[in-house]
């Protein structure tokens, strides 16, 4: 069974950068389509970034994807994702999470593997 463990976040303000971490064990993961997604209080999770396993390529959710970049190195099992221009809006706990599913999936429950999280903080 593979685990995810996150890592990189913090508190940053308006306009910083941050890059998120993430580092599968318990089995290889580049044969997984890995994402990213992230929940503020009160509202559900939702999807910001995905990389496919069979091609490396890369989806965004529309408010991100001219800030974030997300990557992958399989010889490491990790999994990146760069946020740059921070926004108050990209306050939230950010999950990384793997799915054996083809084309792009968004959805939470498209997932079958989840870290614990990590909590990134953007003040004004």
């Known amino acids: 069974q593979v685990q995810l463990v996150e890592s990189g976040g913090g508190l940053a303000q308006a306009g910083d950068s941050l890059r998120l971490s993430c580092v599968a064990s318990?089995?290889?993961?580049?044969?997984?389509?890995l994402g990213w997604f992230r929940q503020a209080p009160g509202k559900e999770r939702e999807f910001v970034a995905g990389?496919?396993?069979?091609?490396?390529?890369?989806y965004y959710e529309d408010s991100v994807k001219d800030r974030f970049i997300i990557s992958r190195d399989n010889a490491k099992n990790m999994v990146y994702l760069q946020m740059d221009i921070l926004k108050q809006e990209d306050t939230a706990v950010y999950y990384c999470?793997?799915?054996?599913?083809?084309?792009?999936?968004?959805?939470?429950?498209?997932?079958?593997?989840w870290g614990q999280g990590t909590q990134v903080t953007v003040s004004s």
């Open positions: 999470a793997a799915t054996m599913r083809i084309g792009a999936p968004q959805h939470p429950s498209d997932y079958i593997y």
């Open positions: 318990g089995g290889s993961f580049s044969h997984y389509t």
């Open positions: 990389i496919k396993w069979y091609d490396g390529a890369t």
